[in-house]
């Protein structure tokens, strides 16, 4: 089912590093061994990452659920600036990236580099429709689908369409389905299947595929770049029989630690392929730990806590939401085994890589991108970014400044209780100010006592938002009204990407 990549090696000399981006799916900050000693997971190849490389502590995901964070890595702009104002695309949702905005892969395309997204995409497709005999509209997956990496700045793309419990099950290659989906399968959601699609092989297939891509970069001459978006260990927790045991903490640490032996695979095919000492790896989370793990796999009873001490998990606007790993090694030019406390946003990779290639970003891109690649080298501690922006799975925000944090709604923004609506009809301070430096689990709610920093924070928030950037530069637009206070305290949607 495997297909090949023809075409993506490349003929210059590489002059800049490779890069490797490698995102996991729902794994929580404690979930890396480095990163929490207490942990249950043993996580050897991340941990690889962090102790030749550096661990950035304060990194948070732009969003507590997945598509927009997807979209603020691609694109260094808060995704709450487009139409999708609250929860995740699925399977059959339209293109979020504009065809004409900038991404990183088609900055590093555009300035020589080969470029791969390897897995879950999970920012929308263009699929070509047809009718049914009673005259409905469905998808024709014989058809070539458009609006996916390859028009978005990517060579080659192998992957799936949404998250591994979203329908359509079938892989897809470039612009086009691998076979078609003749039957159907339920993981977790049901749906259109290819009859040999099985989700616990997503892994080991991507895996595959992205060493395939890395060797065969050797014998180019181009700098590559590799997105490689794991399906893991976002539900369905379906571990290989190779894993299935071995990490002593349910399906879910098993599934992690697949996830950290598929890391482990591309460290060695750099290794082996002669490219590791020019190569950038990241390694980070699209948010938090998910909940309904919790129900069939209460890891959290053997003592293994996803979210550590961070209040929250994935879909709120708590820290367990949003405050991720974020491993990163560079020989010769990340100092080994340090550390960065710096506040951090994944939207930041933009910004970063266009430092790295020298060339700077035009006004209406990288609008929330800012530069980190001297806490990356060591070069400062100081504070690069102003302030960040945080948001839940129901659209709500919060925006953090140094060590405060302003919540702009009453509860969690999202599964956890309080959720918003039991607050606000609780008579819970409509906002939720907390002092990081000395309340890191939030339950010391000072709105009452600062007001002049709620003041501060909230017009910030809304320059933010006037202002289409939070970076310096030009006012651009935003593609949406952008509404601060919803006037209704919703409940979250049951689950999300």
Known sequence: MLASFAGVAQKSAPQRPNIIYILADDMGYGDV??????????TPNIDRIGKEGT?????HSSSAVCTPSRYSILTGRYAWRTKLKSGVLN?????????????????????????????????????AMKKTDTGTLTVDYAKPFRGGPVERGFD?????????????F?????????????????????????KDFEAENCVGDFTAKAVSFIKQQATGKKPFFLY????????PIVPTNRFKGKSGVMEYGDYVQETDWSVGELLKALEESGQAKN???????????????????NVESLGHYPSMDFRGYKSDIWEGGHRIPFLASWPGKIKAGTTNASTVCLSDFMATVSAIIGKPLPDNAGEDSYNILPYLTGNTSKPIREATVHHSING??????????????????????????????????????????????????????????????????????????????????????????????????????
Request: net charge neutral.
């Open 33 to 42: 061994k480095y990163l929490n000693p207490q942990g249950k997971i043993a």
């Open 55 to 59: 661990v950035l502590t304060d990194v």
């Open 91 to 127: 399977g059959s949702s339209a293109p979020l990236i504009a065809p004409e905005r900038l991404t990183v892969a088609s900055l590093l395309q555009q300035n020589g580099y080969a470029t791969a997204c390897i897995g879950k995409w999970h920012l929308g497709l263009d699929w």
């Open 156 to 168: 080659y793309f192998f992957g799936i369409a949404a998250s591994l419990d979203m329908p359509p």
């Open 170 to 194: 079938i892989y897809l290659e470039n612009n086009a389905c691998v076979g078609l989906p003749t039957v159907k399968k339920k993981y977790g959601r049901e749906g259109p299947a290819e």
């Open 228 to 235: 490689f978006p794991m399906p893991s260990p976002h539900t």
């Open 279 to 297: 190569t950038l790896v990241i390694f980070t989370s699209d948010n938090g730990f998910a909940p309904y793990v919790l129900p069939k796999m």
């Open 396 to 497: 709500y925000f919060a925006i953090r400044e140094g060590n405060w944090k302003l919540i702009l709604c009453p509860g969690s923004g999202g599964w956890e209780k309080p959720k918003n609506d039991e607050a606000f009809k609780a008579g819970m301070p409509p906002v939720q100010l907390y002092n990081l430096a000395s309340d890191i689990k939030e339950e010391h709610n000072v709105q009452d006592k600062y007001p002049e920093v709620v003041q501060r924070l909230t017009l910030l928030m809304e320059k933010y938002v006037n202002d289409g950037r939070s970076t310096p530069g030009k006012k651009q637009a935003n593609d949406d009204n952008v509404d601060l206070w919803k006037k209704n305290f919703m409940t979250a949607p049951a689950s999300g990407g």
